[in-house]
């Protein structure tokens, strides 16, 4: 267990990045409670990656500033690594390796020993129903399989906070609730979670609060019930549709 | 669930273990993807039997007399070739987003570098060490005896390690690790081949002979040839050390700046 020493996992204030003509994210604000589940909400090239490249250190800003559990990205980014987890579109793992090898490798560059990697590898590759495949080179995994890996690489050693990007995408209905079920599980263990999703009904059932993001800023942002009641949208799909519509511009 | 576990995440690897275990990658990588090393390393091998038993003949009198001339040169060329792979590796991790991952981990900076270096000694060392015992198979006895070789091997592998720097700086310039292959290729060819490594300069016309005369590769081959038919040539050995320090100096901060920049 953690105790909780900053009530505020993620600390995020007019964000911005830009790649040579496009501005991926304009002025983005965002707060996480710590030991909550937060959802990133938005279609497609919203800058829901680009966001949470910045804030697991891989991205510097070009405006803006922002802090994790504390330390802010640019100038503590060390400090922000040694108590963060990532997984997703952001991150990947060695295709000519076999999963059990990715695992182990990457658990010895978390700092666990030669032992303890391979005894979590095994363990986390169980979790995650990749046990029949761990000798096989990732490069025969199917796309849900490596998108499962790569979430199990995620778990190998306690985060304060997992960065998860479209988690569950591509994975079918029973992965998919076995993920909700850890992602809870990390949540209940004291840990935060910040999760992508193109999914509203993940969205929905999983995270405590949501942020709807558009053209790299936050259009909306509560609980599911909260934006629901708001926006007078019996479902967070009507919701999310209302909110990022391009012919009803921003609606925030 | 035993995936979640409660307390204290593990203090992070310290300088030498994030190393050893880059290291250890690449170590896999080359057994579960040996054919990479084995496409380049069959040129040499194929110039060595060709121009030994097609040619030595007429260069040298007989095969038996050519092979202790060609086999120093052939040796560096494979070394040489491989070391391409260091940037085609890099190149690739990048590529495929892997680095992002790195990067998110609480390790020492240089790590997936320094790693990659230990495994590229492994790589070198497979190279040279197919081509000498191709030699000795073919009758090449190296007066150097074993010490000669190992410290030509031994500098062969200093040389390479710096010649890497390019590789990597332009791995990191390029687009795809195709275009990394054939741009390496397209510089090493022309080097190899206009070199002493086939034949001796003064038969080769005036501009040839100019250019074979600055060509590091020629350099380092001479340098071989003194360590493994066992009369070093200082002059040379010193000419080759200075070559690496220079190219390690001009490319190792640029890969560094562009790594910073592109992973």
């Known amino acids: 267990m953690y105790e909780k020493r900053y009530p505020i996992a993620v600390e995020a204030e007019g964000l911005r990045k830009r790649f040579g003509a496009t501005e991926a994210v304009r002025g983005l604000t965002l707060t996480v409670a710590a030991g909550s589940i937060y959802g990133l909400l938005g279609p497609n090239g919203a800058g829901k990656t680009t966001t949470v490249r910045i804030l697991a250190t891989l991205l510097r800003p070009d405006g ?37 090898e990715n695992l182990v490798f990457l658990g010895r560059l978390s700092g666990l020993s030669r032992g303890g990697a391979r005894a979590r590898a095994a363990d986390v590759l169980e979790a995650f129903d990749l046990a029949g495949a761990a000798g096989k080179q990732v490069k025969t995994y199917s796309g849900g399989m490596r998108r499962r890996l790569d979430l199990a690489a995620s778990f190998l050693v306690p985060a304060e906070l997992y960065f998860l990007d479209e988690p569950t995408t591509g994975l079918d209905p029973a992965a998919r609730a076995q993920v909700w079920q850890i992602v809870r599980a990390a949540a209940e263990s004291g840990a935060t979670v910040l999760l992508t999703t193109q999914y509203l009904e993940e969205a929905d059932r999983l995270a405590d609060r949501v942020a709807v993001i558009d053209h790299g800023t936050v259009v909306a942002e509560g609980t599911p019930a909260a934006l629901k009641a708001d926006t007078g949208r019996g479902t967070l799909d009507e919701v999310f549709l209302a909110l990022t519509q391009p012919t009803q511009g921003s609606a925030a | 669930m035993t995936v979640i576990v409660a307390g204290p995440r593990p203090e992070p690897p310290g300088p030498w273990t994030a190393t050893l275990a880059f290291g250890y990658r690449a170590l896999l990588k080359i057994r579960h993807v040996p054919e990479q090393l084995f496409d380049v390393i069959a040129i040499p091998v194929v110039f060595t039997l060709m121009f030994t038993y097609l040619f030595g003949g007429a260069l040298a009198g007989s095969p038996g007399r050519y092979l ?58 497979i190279a040279a060490g197919l081509v000498t015992v191709l030699g000795v198979i073919m009758g090449y006895r190296p007066p150097g005896g074993p010490a000669g070789v190992l410290a030509g091997i031994g500098l062969l592998l200093v040389f390479a390690l710096s010649l890497s720097w390019a590789w990597t700086a332009l791995g990191l310039l390029l687009r795809t690790p195709q275009a990394v292959m054939s741009t390496g290729t397209v510089v090493l060819f022309p080097l190899t081949l206009a070199s002493n490594v086939f034949v001796q300069p003064p038969t080769m016309p005036g501009w040839l002979q100019a250019f074979v005369g600055v060509n590091p590769v020629s350099h380092l081959v001479t340098a071989e040839r003194g360590l493994l038919g066992g009369h070093p040539a200082p002059g040379q050995i010193a000419w080759v050390l200075l070559a690496a320090a220079a ?12 790594y910073t920049r592109r992973a």
């Open chain 1, 64 to 100: 803006g500033r922002a802090a994790v559990l504390g330390h802010d990205v640019v100038r503590e980014a060390a400090a922000v690594r040694r108590r963060i987890a990532l997984a997703g579109q952001a991150a990947t793992v060695d295709e000519d390796l076999t999963g059990r």
């Open chain 2, 68 to 125: 202790p001339f060609l086999l120093p040169g052939t040796l560096v060329m494979a070394v040489l070739l491989v070391s391409m792979y260091a940037g085609i590796g890099l190149n690739t991790d990048v590529g495929k987003g892997i680095t992002g991952r790195f990067r998110s981990l609480p390790v020492w900076r240089p790590a997936p570098v320094a790693g990659a270096v230990l495994g590229d000694v492994a790589r070198y060392l």
């Open chain 2, 247 to 258: 190219l390690a100096a001009v490319f190792a901060p640029l890969t560094g700046y562009l």
